[in-house]
């Protein structure tokens, strides 16, 4: 085990280089001058005297190469720059996004689980029987509708006609909800789906017919023996899901208002504020390839079958 988390870790570490360094050229190579981006969003038309001087201050007159190593050591310093947008520094604005979008991340999480779980194994025992083509037809067209669109139905409905919540949410009780609806619908349709075929496919299985023959009951069955089995892609599947609720629905927080992650890197773009810009990309790989990796470690340490295979290889 130390052996594979020691392999991951250094992967991990090439991952994040190699996306720091192709993000980092890609936005060099945009078209928009980031000292005229800096004056604009302040709302302040500079001369060309005062673009040059600051292009010096800023070093974008440097070789790409020399920026990025530059910026690189600043990183391992701790100093993501300075976001030209909000004229403080990048680590200072996203500390203060960040709690936002971990309460709508980590709520959005325990209702999927709290939901799609329990729905996701009746299906499965209920196979082919009514409850079962209910929830299955419920999930097709949850997973089918987009989240801007189904952000919008949702406040059109509850917000505008209704009046039960605010247009703008905001952090409380009665503004999270319509968010995380927004997030959860189509991710519970979606596990549903992956759990009822992930059960299935074990209520076939030779330790299956084996354990009905020797009188063990079906709910026992059901929960010792093949949900430890049924977990695996269904862990892997959550640490998809952590990394991207982590990282900030964009556009989820752009519809509501919400002030996290997202909806901050969605301004950062519009006013082409690459230290800003940059700064989430890091963290979103970060999140993506650090989740990953418990789940992986995870999974070994629930299957033994995973364990063996490797072994053996």
């Known amino acids: 085990m130390e052996k594979y988390i020691l392999k991951r870790f250094l992967q991990l570490i090439i991952v994040l280089f190699g996306v720091?360094?192709?993000?980092?050229?890609?936005?060099?190579?945009?078209?928009?001058?980031?000292?005229?981006?800096?004056?604009i969003s302040m709302g302040t038309i500079p001369s060309e005297e005062l673009l040059e001087q600051t292009r010096e201050e800023m070093g974008l007159n440097d070789p790409v190469i020399v920026q990025y190593g530059r910026w690189l050591a600043n990183v391992f310093h701790g100093d993501l720059g300075e976001s030209s947008k909000f004229s403080e520094p990048v680590l200072s604005q996203m500390a203060k996004k960040l709690p936002m979008t971990l309460e709508l991340a980590g709520v959005s999480f325990l209702v999927m689980i709290a939901v799609a779980f329990p729905l996701g194994i009746l299906a499965a025992v209920k196979k082919n029987k009514i409850a079962d083509y209910i929830i299955r037809v419920g999930s097709f067209f949850g997973i089918s509708m987009p989240n801007f669109w189904l952000g919008l139905i949702l406040m059109y409905i509850f917000a505008v006609r209704l009046g039960w919540f605010n247009v703008v949410s905001e952090n409380n009780l009665s503004g999270i909800i319509l968010p995380v609806l927004t997030l959860t619908i189509p991710m519970?349709?979606?596990?549903?789906?992956?759990?009822?075929?992930a059960i299935l496919e074990e209520m076939n299985s030779d330790y299956v017919i084996g354990a009905r023959s020797r009188g063990i009951s079906e709910k026992r069955i059901l929960f010792f023996h093949i949900m430890p089995n049924a977990i695996s892609p269904i862990i892997t599947l959550m640490g998809?899901?952590?990394?991207?609720?982590?990282?900030?629905?964009?556009?989820?927080?752009?519809?509501?208002?919400?002030?996290?992650?997202?909806?901050?890197?969605?301004?950062?773009?519009?006013?082409?504020?690459?230290?800003?810009?940059?700064?989430?990309?890091?963290?979103?790989?970060?999140?993506?390839v650090g989740v990953n990796l418990l789940a992986d470690i995870l999974c070994r340490a629930l299957d033994p079958r995973i364990r063996l295979k490797n072994k053996s290889d």
Do not use: H
């Open 188 to 197: 519970i349709c979606g596990y549903i789906r992956q759990i009822r075929t």
């Open 240 to 288: 998809l899901s952590i990394g991207g609720l982590l990282g900030g629905t964009a556009i989820v927080e752009t519809v509501f208002s919400w002030q996290g992650i997202g909806n901050m890197v969605v301004e950062a773009i519009r006013v082409r504020d690459y230290n800003l810009i940059q700064a989430y990309v890091i963290w979103m790989a970060v999140i993506y």
């Open 20 to 39: 720091t360094l192709i993000t980092f050229i890609i936005t060099q190579a945009a078209p928009s001058d980031p000292a005229e981006m800096k004056y």
